[in-house]
Structures are given as structure tokens and as C-alpha cells.
């Protein structure tokens, strides 16, 4: 190892620390930049801070599969040189110039008899041998997501510890960003989970495969794709698992207006219970709402500016 790259790795284990400090896990960025550090020290060994011209340089050398992988890239490499920088040294920070446009999915937007359509569907769902418990595990699973407004992922890492059934309470660890954070779920979703905790017994795992590992996405994806076709109704387009949080989104948003509720002071709620890390995240749902909610004057069109333009992000 050269003395570069031994410099970068101080500063790198450094940054790390500091975001477990603050709540964040270790291996947040490594996959993102441990790569890019040992590129620096073979390539460049005889420098002695980062350069536009090693960014360049990784960039061509290590072509990303898709714009989103690379926008990972720089927004953790421009977190790292900004550590960097306030560790008093010196570093090439990429700027503006260097954020790659991310793809955006447009969320679909579930009817109300659609919705009612999928969960029968969920619910009809028969034992298979093969798929261990599966007739019990689907119908809390998309629950969960869809009342819990969770990401599709973040069931499947819940240990049977991380959910409190005699509080409601679940532990989301390793969310976006790497970051933990807490919920509670409706009476209603606890006693369905309490249910199923006794029905299928003692397990490490809350979601959890016959051979005692947690169920992977693709499996999760493939069940979802299922129960939709099985739905008998007529429909259109092709959703996915994440548009059940962004209906936990909208529909929250929905009756805040139908009741009369204040949506602007609500919203903050909604977005650190959501796990968003950028506030507009959370606006962009208004934009999904139907035009007549659209037009309430509970809320403040002022304050989206910033956002008018996006589509929503799929990982948001």
C-alpha cells in the first residue's frame, strides 16, 4: 500500500467513524468507495490529495453499468472529499458538473377497487409445500409495506427482536442511506403480526425462508407480479412492491386534506416516519394527488418550487 493510499484510508476510516457516531452503519459507503481509494493509491502513489484528474480517471477507467450506479458514486465520493476538507487537508470536491441525472420511476397510482383486488388476491393464496408458510407470510408482508409505508427491502431485515408486539414498535435497521430509525404500526397491523408470530413460531428472521435465512427481493418481486395477475379485474400498466409505499404516501396525504388537517405541518411526520433523507422527497407526493386535492388551499404551493420537474425516485 502505497503512503497515498494509506492517507486516503485514514481519512476513509476516519469519515466512517463519524457516521457511526451519528447513527449511521459502518458499511454505508465502502462498497462505493474502498475501489476508488485503491485505484488512487496504484495509479497515483506519489500524490498527496485527490485530483479532478483521479476522478476522470476512475471514471473511464471503471465504466458504471447505469447512470444510477455512478450517481451513487459521486454522491458518496463528494461526501468523502468534503470529510475530507474538514479534516483541514486538501481535495478535489465534485461539483455540480459531475451529478449524473438519475432515472425516475413514476409511480403507479392504485385504485381504491385495485387495491381490494390484490390483498383478496394475497389472502387466496394456497400452501405450497415447497414454499415454506408462504400463505402466511404474503398476506402481513404487503401489509406491512403498504400500511407501514416501507420500503419492499426492509421487512425482509426485520429480526423477530427489531418488532415489539407488545408496543408496535419495529426497529428499521440499514435503511436508506444506511440509516436506522423507528416506527409504529397501527392496532390494527400489530394484531395481525401478533397472529402470525404464533402461527409460525419460533424463528430468528420475522420473514423467514424454511432453511432459516431471511426471504430474498426477488422473491418478494415474484409474489407481488402473482397475486397482481391474479387480481381479475381490469387494469392497467404494471406496478410494483415500492408503489404500495408510495399509496401509503398519498393516501395518507389524501385524508389529511379530507379531514382538514394542516398537510404543511404534517408532512415533517410523515417524511421521518417515511425514512426520507431530503424533505422534497416527501413533497413530491403531493404532485400524485387527484386534481381536486391538488387545489386545496392547505397547501402551500410556494414552498415547491424546488421541486416542480422531478419524478419521484424509486428509492425515495
Same mark, same amino acid.
Given at each position: 500500500?502505497? #503512503?497515498?493510499?494509506?492517507?486516503?484510508?485514514?481519512?476513509?476510516?476516519?469519515?466512517?467513524?463519524?457516521?457511526?457516531?451519528?447513527? +449511521?452503519?459502518?458499511?454505508? =459507503?465502502?462498497?462505493? !468507495?474502498?475501489?476508488?481509494?485503491?485505484?488512487?493509491?496504484?495509479?497515483?502513489?506519489?500524490?498527496?490529495?485527490?485530483?479532478?484528474?483521479?476522478?476522470?480517471?476512475? !471514471?473511464?477507467?471503471?465504466?458504471?453499468?447505469?447512470?444510477?450506479?455512478?450517481?451513487?458514486?459521486?454522491?458518496?465520493?463528494?461526501?468523502?472529499?468534503?470529510?475530507?476538507?474538514?479534516?483541514?487537508?486538501?481535495?478535489?470536491?465534485?461539483?455540480?458538473? =459531475?451529478?449524473?441525472?438519475?432515472?425516475?420511476?413514476?409511480?403507479?397510482?392504485?385504485?381504491?377497487?385495485?387495491?381490494?383486488?390484490?390483498?383478496?388476491?394475497?389472502?387466496?393464496?394456497?400452501?405450497?409445500?415447497?414454499?415454506?408458510?408462504?400463505?402466511?407470510?404474503?398476506?402481513? !408482508?404487503?401489509?406491512?409495506?403498504?400500511?407501514? *409505508?416501507?420500503?419492499? #427491502?426492509?421487512?425482509?431485515?426485520?429480526?423477530?427482536?427489531?418488532?415489539?408486539?407488545?408496543? *408496535?414498535?419495529?426497529?428499521?435497521?440499514?435503511?436508506?442511506?444506511?440509516?436506522?430509525?423507528?416506527?409504529?404500526?397501527?392496532?390494527?397491523?400489530?394484531?395481525?403480526?401478533?397472529?402470525?408470530?404464533?402461527?409460525?413460531?419460533?424463528?430468528?428472521?420475522?420473514?423467514?425462508?424454511?432453511?432459516?435465512?431471511?426471504?430474498?427481493?426477488?422473491?418478494?418481486?415474484?409474489?407481488?407480479?402473482?397475486?397482481? &395477475? &391474479?387480481?381479475?379485474?381490469?387494469?392497467?400498466?404494471?406496478?410494483?412492491?415500492?408503489?404500495?409505499?408510495?399509496?401509503?404516501?398519498?393516501?395518507?396525504?389524501?385524508?389529511? /386534506?379530507?379531514?382538514?388537517?394542516?398537510?404543511?405541518?404534517?408532512?415533517? +411526520?410523515?417524511?421521518? =416516519?417515511?425514512?426520507?433523507?431530503?424533505?422534497?422527497?416527501?413533497? +413530491? +407526493?403531493?404532485?400524485?394527488?387527484?386534481?381536486?386535492? /391538488?387545489?386545496?388551499?392547505?397547501?402551500?404551493?410556494?414552498?415547491?418550487?424546488? /421541486?416542480? *420537474?422531478?419524478?419521484?425516485?424509486?428509492?425515495?
Amino acid at each position: 500500500m502505497s #503512503g497515498f493510499q494509506k492517507e486516503l484510508m485514514e481519512a476513509f476510516d476516519a469519515m466512517q467513524r463519524f457516521r457511526v457516531s451519528v447513527g +449511521y452503519v459502518e458499511s454505508g =459507503y465502502r462498497s462505493a !468507495l474502498l475501489p476508488f481509494i485503491r485505484f488512487c493509491g496504484d495509479k497515483f502513489p506519489d500524490e498527496h490529495c485527490l485530483t479532478r484528474e483521479m476522478v476522470e480517471a476512475w !471514471l473511464v477507467y471503471h465504466p458504471y453499468k447505469s447512470i444510477n450506479s455512478q450517481g451513487v458514486f459521486i454522491s458518496c465520493l463528494r461526501q468523502y472529499t468534503k470529510f475530507i476538507r474538514f479534516l483541514g487537508k486538501e481535495s478535489f470536491v465534485p461539483n455540480e458538473d =459531475y451529478t449524473v441525472r438519475h432515472e425516475y420511476f413514476i409511480p403507479y397510482i392504485f385504485t381504491d377497487e385495485e387495491l381490494a383486488a390484490f390483498f383478496r388476491a394475497v389472502d387466496s393464496v394456497r400452501p405450497i409445500p415447497k414454499e415454506w408458510k408462504k400463505e402466511l407470510i404474503l398476506p402481513v !408482508l404487503f401489509r406491512m409495506v403498504y400500511c407501514c *409505508g416501507m420500503r419492499p #427491502g426492509e421487512p425482509l431485515r426485520l429480526e423477530t427482536k427489531d418488532v415489539d408486539l407488545s408496543t *408496535g414498535s419495529v426497529y428499521i435497521r440499514q435503511s436508506k442511506g444506511s440509516k436506522d430509525r423507528h416506527i409504529i404500526m397501527s392496532e390494527d397491523m400489530r394484531q395481525l403480526c401478533i397472529r402470525y408470530d404464533v402461527l409460525v413460531g419460533h424463528r430468528k428472521w420475522f420473514f423467514q425462508k424454511w432453511d432459516g435465512n431471511p426471504l430474498p427481493t426477488y422473491w418478494l418481486d415474484s409474489q407481488f407480479h402473482k397475486c397482481w &395477475n &391474479n387480481c381479475k379485474i381490469s387494469h392497467h400498466g404494471n406496478p410494483r412492491p415500492y408503489d404500495l409505499r408510495h399509496a401509503f404516501a398519498t393516501r395518507n396525504l389524501m385524508r389529511w /386534506i379530507d379531514n382538514g388537517q394542516d398537510v404543511m405541518s404534517l408532512i415533517p +411526520y410523515l417524511s421521518t =416516519y417515511m425514512g426520507h433523507s431530503h424533505f422534497q422527497d416527501t413533497l +413530491y +407526493y403531493i404532485h400524485l394527488l387527484p386534481e381536486r386535492l /391538488i387545489r386545496s388551499v392547505s397547501i402551500d404551493w410556494h414552498q415547491f418550487d424546488c /421541486i416542480y *420537474g422531478r419524478a419521484a425516485d424509486e428509492e425515495a
